[in-house]
C-alpha cells in the first residue's frame, strides 16, 4: 500500500492563467503583528541508575528550569514585553501566558478601528497614485480605486484595488521562534500545549523521525466566537529559528548553475530521434533536451575515469539489503536520464551512446523556451550579501538564493500527514489512525500522547522539479570539467580523490608547493 498515490498534475482541467506560477498571496507581504521569541534552559539531571553491571542504562537526562520569552508588537512599541517562566512547571505557565496573549490579540481584532482623519497631504497621494501599494499593479480606468487602512490602529496605509484590499487581511496566526527546536526543545513544548487548552496541533517533521520538527502549529479552538476581518482559529505557529539560517549553506548546490540556462515551459516529446545530433546544440540554445538513453563506458576508458566516473546512478551498494545509494560506476547505463550539456561532456570524453529512447523538449513559441530567467535574481542577492556588514544579513541573502534552489527540488510524493493524538476512541482517535491503510508510523510521548504518521492519499504535482534537474546536471559539468580539465592534465599521477560530496572534491597532492601550482 506504501505507493498507492492519487496523482493530481498542475495545470489541466483549470483556466490559463492557473498553469503558471506567480506569487498572489499579497497578505503574506503584510508584517505580522505579533511575534514570540523564546528559549528554554535545562540542566542534565542524574537518574540515580549506576551499576557497572548493566551494559547501558540511562545516566542523566533533560529537565527544564527555565523558559525566557520575548513578545514583539510591530505596531505598538509599549505592547511589546519581555518575560520568563521558572520552575518544574515552566513549560505550562509558557503555554498559559501564550493562551492569555492569543485572546488579548484577538480583542484588538475585534476593535474594527476607523479609519483616523485623512490630512490633506494624505488624499493628495491617494489622488496621484498610480499603482495599488498591495500588488504593485497599475490603476486601470475599470479599477475601483479605495483607500486602505489598518483595522487595529486606524493607520491610513495607501490606495488599493477593491479586490486587494478586501483580500489584505489580518493574520490569525502568532510565530513563536524557538532557538534550535527541532532538537531537544520541541518535544517538551508539543507535550505542554498537547492537552493543554483544546485545539488541533499539526507538525511538519523535518524527516520520518517524529521528534524532529521544523514547525508544529497549535489552533486555539475556543477563539473562533466572534468574527473579525480576515481571522479565523487563532493559530500559535512554532518554527525552528536556526531553519532560516543553515549552517551548512555551503555544501548546497553551487550559484554558477542556477545562472545558467533553465528550461521554463512548454515541453513536448520529440517525434524524429534518429536524426537528431545532440553535438550540434550549442549551450546558449533556444531549446533545452532532456533524454532517455543507453550509455556504453568503453573498457580502454576504464583505468583513466576510475577515480570520478560520469553518469553516478542509484543503486543498491554491494553487500547492502534494502537502500539505494548514489554511486559512480563503470558500468554500462541503460535508461539514463541526462540533460544534453552533461551527455555532450560524456561523449567529449568518450562514452558512447547506444540507443536514445525519447527526447522532452521545451520547445519554444516564444524566442527563449531556454533562458537564464533566474540569473537576475542570484545576481541581485549576491550583490546584496557582498554590500551587507553582518552574518545575519549575509546568511540571509545565501539563503534567498538556496531557498529557490529547494523549491525546485521539493518532492511531494515524501510529503507525510503528521497528527498528534491524544484519545483512544473516536473518529479521529488512536484506534481508528492505526486502522488506516496509509498508516506509516507512529512515536508514543508519553501515555496519553502520540504522534502519527500517515502517507499522503493524494498529491499534486506541482513544483518545477525539471528545473532543478537541470541545476543539478549543470552543476555536475562544472564538477567534471575542474577534474579532467584541470587537475587531471595538472597533477596526472600525483593526486588521488579522497572524497566527493554533490559539489566539490577532496584531493591528496603530491606536489611541493600546491599554491604556485595553481598560479
Given at each position: 500500500?506504501?505507493?498507492?498515490?492519487?496523482v493530481?498534475?498542475a495545470?489541466?482541467?483549470?483556466?490559463?492563467?492557473?498553469?503558471?506560477?506567480?506569487?498572489?498571496?499579497?497578505?503574506?507581504?503584510?508584517?505580522?503583528?505579533?511575534?514570540?521569541y523564546?528559549?528554554?534552559?535545562?540542566?542534565?539531571?542524574?537518574?540515580?541508575?549506576?551499576?557497572?553491571?548493566?551494559?547501558?542504562?540511562?545516566?542523566?537526562?533533560?529537565?527544564?528550569?527555565?523558559?525566557?520569552?520575548?513578545?514583539?508588537?510591530?505596531?505598538?512599541?509599549s505592547?511589546?514585553?519581555?518575560?520568563y517562566?521558572?520552575?518544574?512547571?515552566?513549560?505550562?505557565?509558557f503555554?498559559?501566558?501564550?493562551?492569555r496573549?492569543?485572546?488579548?490579540v484577538?480583542?484588538?481584532f475585534?476593535?474594527?478601528?476607523?479609519?483616523?482623519?485623512?490630512?490633506?497631504?494624505?488624499?493628495?497621494?491617494?489622488?496621484?497614485?498610480?499603482?495599488c501599494?498591495?500588488?504593485?499593479?497599475?490603476?486601470?480606468?475599470?479599477?475601483?480605486?479605495?483607500?486602505?487602512?489598518?483595522h487595529?490602529?486606524?493607520?491610513y496605509?495607501?490606495?488599493a484595488?477593491?479586490?486587494?484590499n478586501?483580500?489584505y487581511q489580518?493574520?490569525?496566526?502568532?510565530?513563536?521562534?524557538?532557538?534550535?527546536?527541532?532538537?531537544h526543545?520541541?518535544?517538551f513544548?508539543i507535550?505542554g500545549i498537547?492537552?493543554?487548552?483544546?485545539?488541533?496541533?499539526?507538525?511538519?517533521?523535518?524527516?520520518?523521525?517524529?521528534?524532529n520538527?521544523?514547525?508544529?502549529?497549535?489552533?486555539v479552538k475556543?477563539?473562533?466566537?466572534?468574527s473579525?476581518r480576515?481571522?479565523n482559529?487563532m493559530q500559535?505557529r512554532?518554527?525552528?529559528?536556526?531553519?532560516?539560517l543553515?549552517?551548512?549553506?555551503?555544501k548546497?548546490?553551487?550559484?554558477?548553475?542556477?545562472?545558467?540556462?533553465?528550461p521554463?515551459?512548454?515541453?513536448?516529446?520529440?517525434?524524429?530521434?534518429?536524426?537528431?545530433?545532440?553535438?550540434?546544440?550549442?549551450?546558449?540554445?533556444?531549446?533545452g533536451?532532456i533524454l532517455?538513453?543507453?550509455?556504453?563506458?568503453?573498457y580502454?576508458l576504464?583505468?583513466?575515469?576510475v577515480?570520478l566516473?560520469?553518469?553516478p546512478t542509484?543503486?543498491?551498494?554491494?553487500?547492502?539489503k534494502?537502500?539505494?545509494?548514489?554511486?559512480?560506476?563503470?558500468?554500462?547505463k541503460?535508461?539514463?536520464?541526462?540533460?544534453?550539456?552533461?551527455?555532450?561532456?560524456?561523449i567529449?570524453?568518450?562514452?558512447?551512446?547506444?540507443?536514445i529512447?525519447?527526447?522532452?523538449?521545451?520547445?519554444?513559441?516564444l524566442?527563449?523556451?531556454?533562458?537564464?530567467?533566474?540569473?537576475?535574481?542570484?545576481?541581485?542577492?549576491?550583490?546584496?550579501?557582498?554590500?551587507?556588514?553582518?552574518?545575519?544579513?549575509?546568511?540571509?541573502?545565501?539563503?534567498?538564493?538556496?531557498?529557490?534552489?529547494?523549491?525546485?527540488m521539493?518532492?511531494v510524493?515524501?510529503?507525510?500527514?503528521v497528527?498528534?493524538?491524544t484519545?483512544?476512541?473516536?473518529?479521529?482517535?488512536?484506534?481508528v489512525?492505526l486502522?488506516?491503510?496509509n498508516?506509516c508510523?507512529r512515536?508514543?510521548?508519553?501515555?496519553d500522547?502520540?504522534?502519527?504518521?500517515?502517507?499522503?492519499?493524494?498529491?499534486?504535482?506541482?513544483?518545477?522539479?525539471?528545473?532543478?534537474?537541470?541545476?543539478?546536471?549543470i552543476s555536475?559539468?562544472?564538477?567534471?570539467?575542474?577534474?579532467?580539465?584541470?587537475?587531471?592534465?595538472?597533477?596526472r599521477?600525483?593526486?588521488t580523490?579522497?572524497?566527493?560530496?554533490?559539489?566539490?572534491?577532496?584531493?591528496?597532492?603530491?606536489?611541493?608547493n600546491?599554491y604556485?601550482d595553481?598560479?
Amino acid at each position: 500500500m506504501r505507493d498507492l498515490i492519487v496523482v493530481a498534475l498542475a495545470g489541466y482541467n483549470t483556466n490559463d492563467n492557473d498553469k503558471w506560477l506567480s506569487f498572489c498571496n499579497y497578505n503574506r507581504k503584510k508584517r505580522l503583528p505579533f511575534v514570540v521569541y523564546a528559549d528554554l534552559e535545562c540542566i542534565l539531571e542524574k537518574t540515580g541508575i549506576d551499576d557497572e553491571r548493566i551494559p547501558r542504562f540511562t545516566y542523566q537526562h533533560h529537565k527544564i528550569f527555565s523558559i525566557g520569552y520575548y513578545v514583539c508588537c510591530q505596531f505598538d512599541e509599549s505592547m511589546s514585553m519581555y518575560s520568563y517562566c521558572r520552575g518544574a512547571n515552566c513549560v505550562e505557565c509558557f503555554v498559559d501566558e501564550l493562551y492569555r496573549l492569543m485572546h488579548r490579540v484577538k480583542s484588538l481584532f475585534l476593535r474594527n478601528t476607523a479609519m483616523n482623519q485623512f490630512t490633506t497631504q494624505q488624499w493628495k497621494q491617494f489622488l496621484d497614485a498610480t499603482r495599488c501599494h498591495i500588488c504593485e499593479k497599475p490603476f486601470q480606468m475599470e479599477h475601483k480605486r479605495v483607500r486602505d487602512h489598518c483595522h487595529v490602529t486606524g493607520r491610513y496605509r495607501g490606495a488599493a484595488h477593491e479586490h486587494c484590499n478586501v483580500n489584505y487581511q489580518e493574520s490569525c496566526v502568532i510565530p513563536v521562534l524557538f532557538h534550535n527546536l527541532s532538537g531537544h526543545d520541541a518535544y517538551f513544548i508539543i507535550k505542554g500545549i498537547a492537552n493543554r487548552y483544546e485545539g488541533n496541533v499539526s507538525l511538519l517533521p523535518v524527516t520520518v523521525t517524529k521528534e524532529n520538527y521544523i514547525s508544529f502549529t497549535k489552533y486555539v479552538k475556543d477563539t473562533t466566537s466572534g468574527s473579525w476581518r480576515g481571522t479565523n482559529t487563532m493559530q500559535l505557529r512554532f518554527v525552528d529559528s536556526y531553519k532560516f539560517l543553515s549552517s551548512s549553506l555551503e555544501k548546497l548546490v553551487s550559484y554558477i548553475a542556477m545562472m545558467e540556462p533553465l528550461p521554463y515551459g512548454e515541453f513536448q516529446w520529440m517525434d524524429n530521434i534518429d536524426s537528431f545530433e545532440v553535438m550540434s546544440v550549442p549551450i546558449e540554445s533556444d531549446i533545452g533536451y532532456i533524454l532517455e538513453i543507453d550509455l556504453e563506458y568503453p573498457y580502454m576508458l576504464h583505468d583513466f575515469h576510475v577515480d570520478l566516473p560520469f553518469c553516478p546512478t542509484r543503486e543498491i551498494p554491494p553487500g547492502g539489503k534494502r537502500y539505494e545509494k548514489l554511486l559512480a560506476t563503470l558500468h554500462t547505463k541503460e535508461r539514463y536520464v541526462i540533460h544534453y550539456r552533461n551527455l555532450q561532456q560524456c561523449i567529449r570524453h568518450g562514452l558512447v551512446v547506444t540507443k536514445i529512447h525519447r527526447i522532452v523538449v521545451p520547445l519554444g513559441i516564444l524566442k527563449f523556451a531556454q533562458s537564464r530567467w533566474l540569473r537576475g535574481y542570484i545576481v541581485l542577492n549576491t550583490r546584496f550579501r557582498m554590500l551587507s556588514n553582518n552574518d545575519f544579513e549575509r546568511n540571509l541573502y545565501k539563503l534567498m538564493n538556496n531557498a529557490v534552489f529547494g523549491k525546485t527540488m521539493e518532492n511531494v510524493r515524501d510529503y507525510k500527514d503528521v497528527r498528534l493524538i491524544t484519545y483512544w476512541d473516536g473518529r479521529y482517535g488512536l484506534k481508528v489512525m492505526l486502522a488506516k491503510p496509509n498508516f506509516c508510523s507512529r512515536s508514543i510521548f508519553s501515555e496519553d500522547l502520540v504522534v502519527v504518521e500517515l502517507r499522503k492519499l493524494e498529491v499534486m504535482l506541482n513544483k518545477p522539479i525539471y528545473v532543478g534537474m537541470c541545476i543539478l546536471e549543470i552543476s555536475k559539468i562544472r564538477l567534471y570539467e575542474f577534474h579532467y580539465e584541470y587537475m587531471l592534465p595538472l597533477y596526472r599521477d600525483n593526486y588521488t580523490i579522497m572524497y566527493t560530496d554533490t559539489d566539490s572534491l577532496m584531493y591528496l597532492l603530491t606536489c611541493d608547493n600546491v599554491y604556485e601550482d595553481q598560479v
